[in-house]
């Protein structure tokens, strides 16, 4: 099974700053099949991006994924308050599927 | 729009059988474009894939090793529904458990969840 582990555990950032979380795996994530998670308390996580790049439906485009292989990352632009969440990525290129830990961002 | 709506009981004694249904609307549970999960969530374990049912034409059950001598997914097209069956939970099973869409299952492969249901809180203790 591909262990992720996420980096940082918590980011502290602003309102407007660019938040940066990066994701890495223990294997080579088979066809970039990497997704990203936002959830906020009480609620099911939801889905921003999968194929390691591609948007999921309504989410804006100040969230990006990239990344290849082992090493991937999600990059919010410019952050609004709404952001503030726990982001978890998820491989699916090898079965089972595994999710990392997660990284708290969190309002400064 | 695709909405998942996730029933069954709170509390379950340890060695008895955990049971929840999920309802699907705006897809089928027998669609050959969607794969229905269970995934559960826990301090512990984190975010843990349990399994999943899909339809292409036939029936495909995939289990997750850890607890695959204990876990079963079964459709209900009548109902458009399906349901997870855990047992002999112990309380090592406390967990939010939540139901969730693939697209575009790939059958033997992994896959990313599109849509979830709103989380049930399954507490095992006596």
């Known amino acids: 099974e591909i262990v992720l582990t996420q980096s940082p555990g918590t980011l502290s950032l602003s309102p407007g700053e660019r938040a940066t979380l990066s994701c890495w795996a223990s294997?080579?994530?088979?066809?970039?099949?990497l997704a990203w998670y936002q959830q906020k308390s009480g609620q099911a996580p939801r889905l921003l991006i999968y194929?390691?790049?591609t948007r999921a439906t309504g989410i804006p485009d100040r969230f990006t994924g990239s990344g290849s292989g082992t090493d991937f990352t999600l990059t919010i632009s410019r952050l609004e308050p709404e952001d503030f969440a726990v982001y978890y990525c998820?491989?699916?290129?090898?079965?089972?599927?595994?999710f990392g830990q997660g990284t708290k961002l969190e309002i400064k | 729009q695709v909405q998942l709506q996730q029933s069954g009981p709170g509390l379950v004694k340890p060695s008895q059988t955990l049971s929840l249904t999920c309802v699907i609307s705006g897809d089928s549970v027998s669609s050959n474009s969607a794969a229905w999960n269970w995934i559960r969530q826990s301090p512990s374990r984190g975010l843990e894939w349990l399994g999943r049912?899909?339809?292409?034409?036939?029936?495909?059950?995939d289990y997750a090793v850890s607890v695959k001598s204990r876990i079963s997914i079964n459709p209900d097209t009548s109902k458009n529904q399906f349901s997870l069956h855990l047992n002999s939970v112990t309380p090592d099973d406390t967990a939010v458990y939540y139901c969730?869409?693939?697209?575009?299952?790939?059958?033997?492969?992994?896959?990313?969840?599109?849509?979830w249901g709103q989380g049930t809180l399954v507490t095992v203790s006596s």
């Open positions: 998820q491989q699916y290129g090898s079965p089972p599927c595994s």
């Open positions: 049912t899909h339809y292409k034409s036939k029936w495909y059950n």
């Open positions: 194929g390691a790049s």
């Open positions: 294997h080579t994530v088979s066809g970039n099949y």
């Open positions: 969730a869409r693939s697209p575009n299952p790939r059958i033997g492969e992994a896959d990313e969840f599109d849509y």
